[in-house]
């Protein structure tokens, strides 16, 4: 099994993706953290952003972003399985 980890810049919880943590982390096959910087301050200064096992996953709004995040699980995690 591919373990799951999702991290959030605060700063970017702020701006609106709270919405998409508080989802993600009551769902027990996902890690959830949350960091004062994930260093992708351009990505998270313009859009709403989720870092998946490493990768940033961007949108243009929160609702966009919880998909965007579950497709990039599917496809690019799990899709190899």
Known sequence: MITVNI???VKNLAKGSEKVR???ITDP???VAEYGCTSFCGLCRNYYVAIVN????KADSPDELLDNIYNYVDEE???GI
């Open 7 to 9: 991290a959030f810049c």
């Open 22 to 24: 508080k989802k993600l």
């Open 29 to 31: 096959d996902f890690n």
């Open 54 to 57: 490493g990768k940033p996953v």
């Open 77 to 79: 995690l799990f899709d």
